[in-house]
């Protein structure tokens, strides 16, 4: 008997912390519009998107992200789009940042053995309130910095299976930043065509990848929005559109 009550009790312990769960929100299923694009967010609900309600929500007709000194994250968190996976895609949004970091995921993972099940790897469009990361292609838990702002970058496998990285410049990247309005709101768009990358912030060309590593290059996966761990930060995003390529 007390082998018994041994496996049962945490059985019934985690099926009642299942239970006790917010699922995720069922996503809306819009028409595209003219140019192809569908919107993914409503302006009003989380409908469509699964984050931890700690720290996710919408104000002023923006999803909006936020810590604070008493509601820290304690690692990146993210909010998934419950959409499915995308592949080949155009995604266009609106961002304003506060402080601190954020980015979108895209053609991503859900780590394993994670606190909870809004950690999330993969590609991410980068963007911030300081000067250095916003534009680039950034791997979470995924080989890093990928491209910079300003640089072409081709990943590789050498011959003994290590990534090698051929960065050619094609504009400054401090000028390219400028193209960034701090504390307003800015317009992104992201498009991927195979395994070609290209990120744009106002209209503004940021940098471009090509991955030709075999071993680590996704063609398809999750959608995600980042809110970032460390100082209280708030993001907020608004006209969420894609547009699926094949």
């Known amino acids: 008997m007390y082998r018994f009550l041994l496996f049962v009790f945490p059985l019934m312990l985690a099926l009642s912390q299942d239970a006790t769960a917010d699922p995720p929100h069922e996503a809306p299923r819009p028409e595209p519009t003219e140019d192809g694009y569908v919107s993914i967010f409503?302006?009003?609900?989380?409908?469509?998107?699964?984050?931890?309600?700690?720290?996710?929500?919408?104000?002023?007709?923006?999803?909006?992200?936020?810590?604070?000194?008493?509601?820290?994250?304690?690692?990146?968190?993210?909010?998934?789009?419950?959409?499915?996976?995308?592949?080949?895609?155009?995604?266009?949004?609106?961002?304003?940042?506060?402080?601190?970091?954020?980015?979108?995921?895209?053609?991503?993972?859900?780590?394993?053995?994670?606190?909870d099940r809004w950690r999330i790897g993969g590609y991410q469009a980068d963007f911030e309130a300081g000067d250095r990361y916003s534009g680039i292609c950034y791997g979470e838990a995924f080989r890093g910095i990928l491209s910079d702002r300003g640089f072409h970058t081709t990943l590789t496998l050498n011959d003994k299976g290590k990534l090698q990285k051929k960065a050619e410049k094609f504009g400054d990247p401090k000028e390219i930043g400028k193209a960034v309005k701090k504390g307003e709101w800015n317009k992104y768009r992201i498009v991927a065509e195979k395994f070609h990358f290209v990120h744009y912030i106002?209209?503004?060309?940021?940098?471009?990848?090509?991955?030709?590593?075999?071993?680590?290059?996704?063609?398809?996966?999750?959608?995600?929005l980042q809110l970032h761990q460390g100082p209280p930060m708030t993001v907020q995003f608004r006209n969420i559109r894609i547009k699926h390529l094949k």
């Open 42 to 115: 409503d302006g009003k609900t989380l409908a469509g998107w699964d984050g931890d309600p700690k720290f996710w929500s919408v104000s002023e007709g923006a999803l909006t992200g936020q810590t604070t000194a008493g509601n820290p994250t304690q690692g990146n968190t993210f909010i998934i789009w419950q959409g499915g996976d995308i592949a080949d895609f155009e995604l266009k949004f609106d961002y304003k940042i506060m402080s601190g970091n954020s980015g979108v995921q895209y053609r991503s993972f859900r780590l394993d053995e994670a606190a």
């Open 202 to 224: 106002n209209d503004v060309k940021t940098m471009v990848l090509v991955d030709n590593d075999e071993k680590a290059r996704r063609a398809d996966g999750l959608l995600a």
